[in-house]
């Protein structure tokens, strides 16, 4: 348990750095261009020097923030986007590249009104065009700010959909770069959980279910089967009802073994800050037995497991078997 809080508090101070380095680099945009792609790049190396190592990578939920939506968002967008990358064993330079373009994939939004910032059913058809508009923006402010080209494209293809249904370009699959098949994806996802309207967000269970059933016409069928994969069945921040009818929430999924994640487990007996940690790893005889709606949740397990209102993601080193049997071993001692 004091190794699980103790993972969770250093996820969470490198989470909240990576947003003060990217809100740094977002407010050097309009003045000194040059200076925030240099910010962001640091910022990518950063994320990849921790990524880029041995051993397999937990995909974690974070119980705070790192300032505003639009913080949150691009992190997301960027930590998954990067896990994504590396199950498809991109080179270092390509998930620079990578990373960079999806943290940076809607800085064209700082040229359009606030108003415009997301997508909304109600907007004239003057209103939809300036939306779409910050594509060129971005790629314009990319430019300024020298990016490389294969990062220009993510900014310019992150809209784009495989079947040629998105904008500005209308492409097809074989007409978009790697790094922006995989924001297109990733930036769906995220705003599917995460809408600027909390009252129309899915659970992660209930977008990747959407994303496969609905929706997957719109993106290349490698990345999507890698991406839900990746994400697991019960991605991080699912509530769900397990074999033996307590309520918990997805806190760590391991993309090598998607249907054992590590759990924070309602038990009226235990006070929330001593919450159980419990990894299904450890624990054969427990499984999930469904994924629910929070508002599904009775009263008592909605207030101790307090699902988050935004979802905020980063990675941690997976257990080794080793460690996990070791783990196994102390708690049956």
Known sequence: LAAQRAAAQQCERQYIEAGRAWRDAM?????????????TESLTGALLDKMLVDGEMCIRLLSTGAGDRATAHALNVAVISLLLGRAFGLARDEMLDLGVGALLHDVGKIDIPDRLHHLDDGFTSAELNAYRDHV??????????????????VLAQH?????????????????????????????????????????RALTPH??????????????DPAILNAFIKMM?????GSVVQLSD???????????????RPRLLVHDARIARDEALFLDLETEPEVGIRRSLSPAK??????EYLAPRHRLTYFFEPAPTRAEVEALDEEIGA
């Not at 790629?139 to 220009?152: D, K, N």
Request: proline content about 7%; overall charge positive; hydrophobic content about 40%.
């Open 27 to 39: 407010d050097a945009v309009p003045q000194r261009p040059e200076q925030a792609r240099v910010t």
């Open 159 to 199: 809209h784009e959909h495989a079947d040629g249904s998105g904008f500005p370009m209308r492409l097809t699959v074989e007409r978009m770069a790697t790094g922006a098949r995989i924001v297109s994806l990733v930036n769906r996802y995220d705003n599917l959980c995460n809408p600027a309207l909390l009252a």
């Open 232 to 236: 697991g069945v019960y991605p991080a």
């Open 297 to 302: 949740l009775p009263r008592e397990a909605l």
């Open 245 to 259: 009818e307590r309520y918990a929430m997805v806190v760590s999924v391991n993309s090598s073994r998607p249907l």
């Open 206 to 219: 209930e977008a990747l279910s959407i994303l496969f059933a609905q929706s997957r016409t719109k993106y």
């Open 136 to 153: 060129a923006r971005g790629v314009a402010q990319g430019r300024r700010m020298t990016l490389t080209p294969a990062a220009l494209l």
